[in-house]
């Protein structure tokens, strides 16, 4: 199985390797080699990455000195193990030839952004903290020391965790995936191992019998033994590509390729690289060689095993999650975001903001405030929360000014036609105050209250409703309403799951693009463990644009504070209220002063924080 990264690691072709493979099989020997290699053959200046500065040590300790004292070759270049030299220590490994070992933390951005390094040998790349001090990404800080070299080479390894999250897989997904193809020992069909063909016997009590575990062909149909499965993996050192195959998707001759579909007759050469069917020239470049392999390619762990430790994680997600990450070295991803894009896509329809179709019975906003402009969305609700993206505008500018604001009232202002000719107006709109211009947003929302034009706050706290039951006061006590966060994208990923026009159906306008829709699927459902409980929560990948996203939440959360009197039958066609600042916020009762009234301040409007409409 390590023979075909092995290979990559010495390829002139190739500049990354990347390892997505499960825990305890090929990923630190792979490093190991890769060290020696450039130390003994081709003398360079190495870089070892590990999480930490002490696991960095450890691994001094407990890997990198046995290889050096136990290989033969090794040994004879690099001084003694107890001789106190400056050149053999917890951190550096000098050898005569040469060549440098510098052994550090991805913790440490000191030791990160220091002398040129021509490999950069990454190991346990998920386990990196976000960012080095305050120098940024780990693993792009080391790799910037490669910079001055034509040759420089970066080797990553690590099993996976969660999608959207994991380091090595977004490098995987970025490189040529490779997968190991194995042949069927009754039909010859080369293929890869999936979790989903392995098939094991109930007894007459419906006990699960893993001792039977086999894996089904996909050609064929045959049940390999335990004993076929380990031959055919180990027949795969025979193949000139040790049974390594790219299968990463790719367009020529004006059609689209998917490899990893290929039957045996596909067109790989004699190297793994996919080729175009028609031209046969290859379709996807080998620079970035990414190598991904389960337990079931195991010599080392039998298919029971692997089976008995699937069925002690099933009926548990925590458990599963880490028999999915360690064992399949697949990435983890909690099914409330598991949402197709391209069916999205596929989705839109012709319509816009002057023929909007006559299901939308209310118009809502969604607001997003960043540094350098506005980013708003319009959606139509109709019965059963069904809704129609009306269209989403992106106000350039410096939010501190009033130009962005100005031409954001104009949007909120401004009818909207149906295709049965009624007029529309946007009955509700939230504004996100949690960024740089809070005030701004205050300043903005308090005189069109009435207008029911809200400041609001994430809230991303577990059980929290998407709209309040009252409103929240800031620090210079202005009306902002703490909007549920995970909640409301609970609500909308559900939503996106609704294959059928109705209760809950998503549309999209014609004019929303791939990017839009990029960003919003960028959230991505983790679990975490806070005092002591795992709770579910909504956090977006670092580097990703989520504003879609967030203007959908907040167009929804507008759609929770419409008051309960506005009929789901009915067109909202009348103008704006009039402009009416927000009120002071309930404040508790104070105590009355002897023989005198007591006089309480006016509760905030309740009509507009009441739930429980029939189109929601």
Known sequence: MALGPTAAVTDPRVRFVSVMAPTQEFKTELINNAAGYYAHQDASPILLVLPTVNLAESYTKDRLDPLVDETPALAAIAPPKKSRSPDRTLDRLAFETGAVIDIVGANSPTDLASRPKRIVLADEIDKYPPSAGKEGDPLALAEERQ??????????????TQKGFSRIGREYEMSDQRRLFVKCPHCDEAQPLTFDRVRWDKDENGQHL???????CRGCGTIW???????????VAL????????????????EDHKPLNWTDGGHWNEHGEACCPKCSKPGVPVRHAGFNASKLYSLTQSLEQTVRKFLSSKDDLSLLQVFTNTQLAELWEESGTAVDPESLLARREAYGPDNIPSGALVLTAGVDVQDNRLECEIVGWGAGRENWGVEYHVIHGDPSQDQVWHELDQILLRSYRRDDGALMRIQAACIDSGGHHTERVYAFTKPR???????IKGDGGPAKPIWPKRASKSKTRQVLFMVGTNAASDQIYGDLRVKRPGAGYCHFAADYDQAW?????AERLVRKRVNGQDVRVYECPKGTRNEAHDCRRYALAALHALPRQLPPGSVPVSEPQPTQEAPEVEQAPQPAPAKA????????????????????
């Open 225 to 235: 033994t335990e004993t076929e499965r380990r031959k055919a993996i180990q027949a």
């Open 597 to 616: 009234p007591v006089k309480r301040k006016s509760r905030p409007r309740r009509g507009l924080n009441t739930t429980g409409r029939s189109w929601l």
């Open 517 to 521: 829709f990029t960003q919003l699927l």
């Open 239 to 254: 193949e000139p590509d040790f049974g390594w195959r790219q299968t990463k998707p790719f367009r020529c001759c004006g």
């Open 449 to 455: 209250f009435g207008r029911r034009v809200y400041a």
């Open 147 to 160: 910079s001055t070299f034509w040759n420089a080479k970066s080797i990553r390894a690590c099993s996976p």
């Open 210 to 216: 893993p001792e039977t575990a086999g894996v089904v």
